[in-house]
């Protein structure tokens, strides 16, 4: 019997954009998060517990920006067309120290925690910062993540106080195909 409160995509009929299709299928897959997703996304949060997001003009228009900002990224992660989790990337510039990516949020529905999700939205994170030109992806500790600190470890993360860190590695071969 399936789960009652899984979440299920459908694809809204101005949906043009061809970053805004999931791939369908039964395997896990992301896309980038749109406006239009308020509802589901609303859904997941509440069903990890981490609050309420109410449907009014504020919250809103809240999402609206973050999922139209482009110094973020938040996308979502579908098994067919089931949503089963989120990552929201941040970007940060400094003048003095290098470009960082932190995962602001990650959250995987109670129904689908497994380990592929979780990994999938880590291996996620880092393409996007390093696509970025990010040097450091970093993770606040929160309690009660302790499934994601077991990823976060095996990815190369090291805890720092209430933070975990890891360096991003630079892209290879296509960089160097291309001076050669």
Known sequence: MPCPYTLHYTLHPCAKHKGMQAQRGEGLHTRRAH????????????????????AERRTLRRFRHIVNDLGNDLYLAFVGETLVGLVHIVYVRELVAPRRAEISCMMVA?????????????????????????RVLVYRSVNGSGAIHGTLSAAGFRLVGQWYLASVPEETGSREQEEH
């Open 110 to 134: 109670p129904h689908a925690a497994s380990q592929e999700v979780t990994e999938a939205l880590v291996a996620l994170a880092f393409r996007r910062a390093r696509k970025r030109d990010c």
């Open 35 to 54: 406006w239009r997703d308020f509802e589901i996304v609303a859904a997941l949060v509440a069903q990890c517990g981490a609050g309420e997001l109410r």
